[in-house]
């Protein structure tokens, strides 16, 4: 177990989702000092996002799962007096020194205000929980108003109770299409069908292979029960193999063409159908935030997940990682590597008794992620849905005609130089929504999947910082540290 070392031991945890408040708890329950930082207004990531405390719902609870969890790690952070919880701080770089001594700048306070308080943290250990975004792969007409994320619809349905539309075709890949839609029939939308584009030959495997190993999970079945439940309620149709290939309509989305796929993600002539919509909900699995990460200088792992070993620890000494940038496994995965990982950042082993469940647990959940992965992940054939005038970056407004002209006319097979000969991925977002659609067609068009060895992730500035709020960064610590409950 931690020993005396870890009462002085300065433990930095960034992210305050599931990942980040369980690493929390553990390393305060390992007598660790600990700054717990988040970006959101609240405690609870996307996972547990809710609304703000001034006007809580009177039955959450009955809006999320693992409720109780949430709450008990919630209050145990904010209730520890080893531990100082910060909440709208945004990390927006990492540096370290030429000993490998690791410092965060941090800008804290309502974004664009002018005010925010900029302070540097130099911790003894880091464990990053930093989570995840959607992957949407474009498709003609995702560019128009009403396309959205599913998580943007998640986000509103869960934190404002507000439906993006009245009429709402979700789609795209994986078991997060079905809480989004439970989401929003709950938020009064008429979902007009769930339509998951792997097959079902692709999705019945997870569960006939070794179904033993799902032992530990079981209680995921129930989970499933409950979408199943939702859909039959509200009679939304949830079909497989079928893809969004088009969106249609002049100043907004009016309607979406849905068509059957093979089980590689090709459409198949003949079969499409156009749906009358006024909202499109499109995610395709996450793409892990793992800036932080590469700028600490953490070994990735090719398919750009930290690496880490049995204690969650990264390549590189005192940096931990949990959750989604090790691994896309969702919140009980997220929990126990968290735990693994506060506790061995603050001086314990993961061999500690206190472990022993988290980490049998653990190599469960990991195991139940790689099931849905091989189930659910993106299939090449995505590409031939693309037709020459579809935006491929949306904030250079980059064509899928002249990205691939490009790409043949200089022969290059480089990330760097096909970014700047494209203008794909320079925009604004830097990346963010596109890059692993860039990387993927530059793949395609060169037959190379390494190339130049790149990054789309590797941002020196994870988040946008004013200039005013640059000029006054320098401060050692923040001048007031504010708990969750009075931000």
Known sequence: MAGETSRNRHVVVV????????????AIAASARVTLLESGDEL??????????ERAGAKESRLHHNWSTYTQLRDTVLGAACCEVLTNAQVWSLERDPQGSIQLNIARGPVDSGSRETFQLAPDALVLATGAHDRTLPFPGWTLPGVFTAGAA???????????????VIAGAGPFLLPVMTSLVSANANVVGVFEANPLRNLGGWVADRPWKLAGASHKAGELLEYVGAHVRHRVPYKT??????????DRVEAVTIAKVDRNWRPIAGTERRYAADAVC?????????????????????QKFVRVDDAQRSSVDGVYAAGEITSIGGSDAALYEGQIAGHCAAGGDVADPELRRAVRQRATFTHFAGRLEAAHGIRPGWTSWLSDDTT??????????????????????GLRSTKLTTRAGLGICQGRIC?????ALLAEATGDPVGDSARTDRRPIVAPIRLADLATAGAAAPTTCTEESES
């Open 15 to 26: 992210g305050g989702g599931p990942a980040g408040l369980a690493a929390a708890a553990a």
């Open 44 to 53: 609870g990531g996307q996972f547990w996002r809710h609304l703000p405390q």
């Open 154 to 168: 998640q986000a509103f349905a869960k934190s404002e109770r507000i439906a993006l539309g009245q009429k709402v």
């Open 241 to 250: 193999g079928r893809a969004v290939v088009a969106a249609h309509g002049t």
């Open 282 to 302: 499109v995610s395709h699995g996450f793409t892990p935030r793992i800036e932080l990460a590469i700028a600490a200088g953490c070994d990735i792992s090719p």
């Open 392 to 413: 491929l970056c949306r904030c250079e407004e980059t064509s899928v005609k002249s990205f691939r002209y490009t790409v043949a006319v200089t022969g290059s097979a």
């Open 435 to 439: 890059g692993r659609n860039v990387e």
